[in-house]
Protein backbone atom coordinates (compact mmCIF):
# COMPACT_ATOMS: atom_id res chain seq x y z
CA UNK A 1 0.00 0.00 0.00
CA UNK A 2 1.04 3.42 -0.97
CA UNK A 3 2.38 6.02 1.72
CA UNK A 4 3.24 9.62 2.37
CA UNK A 5 7.19 10.02 2.93
CA UNK A 6 8.64 13.49 3.95
CA UNK A 7 11.86 14.90 2.32
CA UNK A 8 13.66 18.30 2.57
CA UNK A 9 14.25 19.41 -1.17
CA UNK A 10 17.64 22.06 -2.23
CA UNK A 11 16.17 25.57 -2.65
CA UNK A 12 18.44 25.01 -5.64
CA UNK A 13 18.70 22.06 -7.72
CA UNK A 14 16.50 18.91 -7.34
CA UNK A 15 18.10 17.36 -4.80
CA UNK A 16 16.41 16.04 -2.04
CA UNK A 17 17.45 14.42 1.52
CA UNK A 18 15.77 12.57 4.28
CA UNK A 19 17.20 14.92 6.79
CA UNK A 20 17.20 18.72 7.19
CA UNK A 21 20.34 19.06 8.32
CA UNK A 22 21.92 16.95 5.02
CA UNK A 23 19.93 19.36 2.32
CA UNK A 24 21.63 22.58 4.55
CA UNK A 25 25.13 21.01 4.36
CA UNK A 26 24.39 20.29 0.52
CA UNK A 27 23.28 23.63 -0.20
CA UNK A 28 26.32 25.20 1.18
CA UNK A 29 28.18 23.16 -1.81
CA UNK A 30 25.47 23.24 -4.29
CA UNK A 31 26.65 24.36 -7.88
CA UNK A 32 22.55 26.16 -8.62
CA UNK A 33 23.28 28.25 -4.67
CA UNK A 34 24.10 31.83 -6.31
CA UNK A 35 25.73 32.82 -3.09
CA UNK A 36 28.61 30.37 -3.98
CA UNK A 37 29.26 31.99 -7.47
CA UNK A 38 29.72 28.86 -9.19
CA UNK A 39 29.46 27.85 -12.49
CA UNK A 40 26.08 27.09 -12.98
CA UNK A 41 24.58 29.73 -11.90
CA UNK A 42 26.29 32.10 -14.51
CA UNK A 43 25.62 34.11 -17.31
CA UNK A 44 29.15 32.21 -18.89
CA UNK A 45 28.19 28.37 -18.64
CA UNK A 46 27.42 26.99 -21.93
CA UNK A 47 25.40 23.58 -20.93
CA UNK A 48 25.71 20.47 -23.11
CA UNK A 49 21.91 19.69 -23.84
CA UNK A 50 23.05 16.67 -26.31
CA UNK A 51 24.57 13.26 -25.47
CA UNK A 52 27.35 13.17 -27.97
CA UNK A 53 28.07 16.89 -27.47
CA UNK A 54 31.19 18.01 -25.26
CA UNK A 55 30.80 18.43 -21.67
CA UNK A 56 28.87 21.55 -20.15
CA UNK A 57 31.97 24.45 -20.16
CA UNK A 58 32.29 27.84 -18.87
CA UNK A 59 32.48 30.08 -22.01
CA UNK A 60 35.60 32.54 -20.74
CA UNK A 61 37.92 29.45 -19.06
CA UNK A 62 36.92 26.65 -21.36
CA UNK A 63 37.04 24.74 -18.51
CA UNK A 64 34.44 22.09 -17.47
CA UNK A 65 32.02 22.77 -15.42
CA UNK A 66 30.03 20.26 -12.92
CA UNK A 67 33.09 18.59 -12.07
CA UNK A 68 34.32 20.36 -8.97
CA UNK A 69 32.71 23.21 -6.86
CA UNK A 70 34.48 26.44 -8.47
CA UNK A 71 33.66 29.10 -6.12
CA UNK A 72 33.90 32.98 -6.24
CA UNK A 73 34.62 32.74 -9.66
CA UNK A 74 36.44 36.16 -10.26
CA UNK A 75 34.50 35.76 -14.22
CA UNK A 76 31.29 34.94 -12.36
CA UNK A 77 27.83 37.38 -13.62
CA UNK A 78 24.36 36.07 -12.24
CA UNK A 79 21.51 35.01 -14.55
CA UNK A 80 18.44 37.02 -14.60
CA UNK A 81 15.65 34.93 -15.36
CA UNK A 82 12.68 37.06 -16.19
CA UNK A 83 9.45 36.81 -14.65
CA UNK A 84 7.63 36.33 -18.17
Known sequence: MPHKVERWNCDYCKKHYAHKGSVTQHEKKCFYNPANKSCASCIHAMFSNYTKAPE?????????????????????????????
Open 56 to 84: SMCEITGKAIFQELIANCPHWKEIKWSED
